[in-house]
C-alpha cells in the first residue's frame, strides 16, 4: 500500500514483513527511529513471536544478534556511526561464523570531531570485514532492500549491512510502496540455518584456525561475496516478479547510453545528480550517472562493461581516506584498470554538508574546462583552510583545528539555509 | 561540450516550501503534514527537517516539495515558492527570506500587520494575494488550547497558495492526531483558511 | 592562542533578595551554592533549556569537585546532552579544561 511515510518507520515497518524473531538494538541517531518503530510494531502485535531485547551498548547489541543468529533465529539490528565502531569486533565476528544478521546502518559520519549528520564514513570503515553493503538511494529502495538482504544473506549465510543516509533518508517523509505479509511470505522464506546451536545435534561454532587453515577460510569468504555478484541481481530479479518494481541490482544507470561522461556516485545524492544530469542533457551535454546500490562486493566488471563508452567518470563520494584519497574513486579506478578514462574524484557532503544542483553543475562545468584537480572537494571554504595551514605552521601551540576552523567560520547555522 | 546553466531555474511543476519557526512549535510535523496532505491528493512530496541539535526555542527549518513526479532533489529548499514563519521573532535574527522570489508566497504567524513587523516595503514587491499573515497561534489557543501555530498555519497556506485543498490539510490532520485532538486541530486549520478567503 | 580566557565570575541575578543559594540561613550553615566566588566551572550561554536538571546537576557536582581539588580539575565528558548543549561551536561554557572523547570511556579517559 502506498504511504507517505517517514524513512525510518518504512523500514521498520519493512523488516516487520519479514518476520524477525529477534531484535535487539541501541539508539544512536539517526536510526534511533527505526528501531522505535520496530518496537512499535511488536508492541501491538504486528510482528508476531519476536523477542525485542534492549541492549546496553551497540557491542552488545551485534553480540545478541551473533548468539540468537547462531541458535537458528532470524536476527535484525541496526546501527550508525560511533556504534558501528563500537561493534567493530562482533561485525569482523558476524561474517567470519557466517551469520545471516541483517543490520541497518543510519550512515553518519564518525568523529573526532563529534558530528550527527550523514556521510559513509561509517559503513566505509568496515568495508572489509565481509559483510554485504547495499546503499538505497531513496526511501523505496531502503524499505526493499531490507527485504531483500533477508533472503540475499540467509540464502549465501553472509551477513548484509543495508544502508540508508541519516537524516536524508531516515528523516525524510516521502511515498513509499509498503507491501503486504502475503506478498513477502511468497518472496522469503523461513530462515534455514547452515549451521545451528541445538543440543539435540550438538555443533561447535567457532573454532581457532591456525596458519595452515587460515587462509583457505578468508578465501573461501572472499568467493562467497564475489558469488553473491551473482545472487544479488538473481535475487533483484525475484523481488520484480513478486512486488513489481526494479529495486536494489549491482548498481543502476541513468541515461548512460551515449554518455561521454558519466558520474559514479551512492545513496540518496544520486536524486540531485538525475536532476542536474536531466537538466544538463536538455543543454546538449552527453551526461548520465551510475548509482551502486551494492558497494560490497564490488561489482568490479560491472561497473567496468557499463563505463566502457565514457571519457570522464566523476566520482562523487560522501567518504575519504585521511592521507590517501578518494574510497570509492580508488574502486572505480581499479575497476577501469587499463583503460584509458579520466577518473575524477570529488569528495563531498562529509559531515552532512549539502550537496547542492548549483554547486555540482558549477563543478562539472570546470571539469569539463579541465580545470579541477584531484582530488576535489565540493564547496571547501579554501581560505579558511589556508589560513588554518599557515597558523599551524607558525605556531606550535596551534590549537586543535576543529576549535580553530569554527572560530574562523563564526556562529553557526546550516550552511544552505 | 557541456553546456552548463549556471544559475538555477526551477521551471515546471514542483512547488517548494520553507517552514521556520522555533523548536516546540510543531515545524516538522507541519512539513510533515503538508506532505501528507499532498500525497493525499496524488502528489509525489518530500518532507525534512534542516537537521540539528534543537531544542524547545531554537530556529528550526522545515521543508516540504510538491510534485507530479517524482521527489529526487535532496538539497534543502534554497528558492522556496512559499515561505510559512511560524515566529516572527525570528524576523530580524535569521535571513528568512533567503531565495523568496517576489512571485512566491509568504505567510506569517502573526496578528500584527507586515507594517508593524517593519516589512511594508519588503511585501509591496510581491502580488497581494500571495501574502498574508495569520493569527495562527492564537486561533490554536482558541480551538486546540495550546499555542501551536502549525496547523492553523497549513490551512492558510491552502487559501493562500492553492496547492492543496483544505479537505486535504484537514486529512492530514486527522491522521496524525485521533479523535478529538483532531477535531480541534482541523477546526483551527478551517478557521485559518477561511479568515484568508473572506479577505 | 586563545584570548578570551578572562574568567567569569557567577552572576546572581536576583540582587537585593536573600534567595540564592539558601542565604537565608546564616552563614555558616550556608552552602557554596550562596557564595560569589563559587567557581563558575560551567559559565552562562549554554543551550540547554531553562531550568534544565542536568546543567544544574553538573554544576553542582563541579562546585564541589572544583572544591575538592582546589580548581585543579580536568573535565572528561561522555557524548550527551551536557557534552552538546555546553559546546556548541564555536563556543564553549567550560571554564576549565575540558575534552571530549566517546560515548562510554569517559572514566578511561580521565584514568
Known sequence: MLEQIEGSQAAAKAIALCRPEVICAYPITPQTHIVEGCAELIRVGAIQNCEFINVESEFAALSVAIGSSAAGARTYTATASQGLLFMAEAVYKAAGLGLPIVMTIGNRSIGAPINIWNDHSDSMALRDAGWIQLHAETNQEAADLHIQAFKLAERLSVPVMVCMDGFILTHAYERVSIPNQAQVDAFLPSYQPRQVLDPADPYTIGAMVGPEAFMEVRYLAHDKLLQALSVIPEIQQEFKEIFGRESGGLFHSYRVENAETVVVTMGSVAGTVKDLVDELREDGAKVGVITLCSYRPFPLDGLRYALQGASKVIVLEKSLALGFGGVLASDVRMALQGVDTHVHTVIAGLGGRPITRKSLARLFARVERGEVKDPHFLDLDIDIVRREIDNQRSQITAGPIAENILREIGPCGPKAV | ?199 | MSDMTAEQKVKFYQKGTFTAGNRLVDQARRSVQASMERSNAITSGHRACQGCGEALGARYALDAAMRATEGRLIAVNATGCLEVFTTPYPETSWQVPWIHSLFGNAAAVAS
Not at chain 2, 515561505?83 to 500584527?112: A, E, S, W
Not at chain 2, 498574508?132 to 492553523?152: D, F, M
Open chain 2, 1 to 199: 561540450m557541456l553546456l552548463v546553466r549556471e544559475t538555477q531555474e526551477f521551471g515546471g511543476s514542483i512547488f517548494q516550501v520553507r517552514i521556520h519557526g522555533r523548536g516546540g512549535q510543531g515545524v516538522v510535523s507541519g512539513a510533515e503534514m503538508l506532505s501528507v496532505a499532498a500525497f493525499l491528493e496524488g502528489y509525489h512530496a518530500q518532507a525534512f527537517p534542516s537537521f540539528g541539535s534543537e531544542r524547545m526555542g531554537a530556529p528550526v527549518v522545515a521543508f516540504c516539495r510538491i510534485d507530479n513526479k517524482e521527489v529526487r532533489l535532496r538539497e534543502p529548499v534554497m528558492m522556496p515558492d512559499a515561505l510559512i514563519v511560524q515566529d516572527p521573532t525570528l524576523l530580524h535574527q535569521v535571513d528568512l527570506f533567503k531565495g523568496l522570489d517576489t512571485c512566491g508566497y509568504l505567510l506569517i504567524n502573526t496578528r500584527r500587520s507586515y507594517r508593524d513587523l517593519g516589512l511594508g516595503d519588503y511585501v509591496k514587491r510581491f502580488p497581494p494575494h500571495h501574502i498574508s499573515t495569520v493569527a495562527a497561534t492564537e486561533w490554536a489557543q482558541e480551538y486546540i488550547g495550546r499555542p501551536l501555530p502549525n496547523v492553523a498555519l497549513l490551512g492558510a497556506f491552502a487559501a493562500v497558495t492553492r496547492r492543496v485543498k483544505l479537505e486535504s490539510v484537514v486529512a492530514a490532520v486527522r491522521q496524525k492526531f485521533p479523535g478529538k485532538l483532531g477535531d480541534d486541530n482541523a477546526a483551527a486549520a478551517a478557521k485559518a483558511y477561511d479568515s484568508i478567503r473572506t479577505n
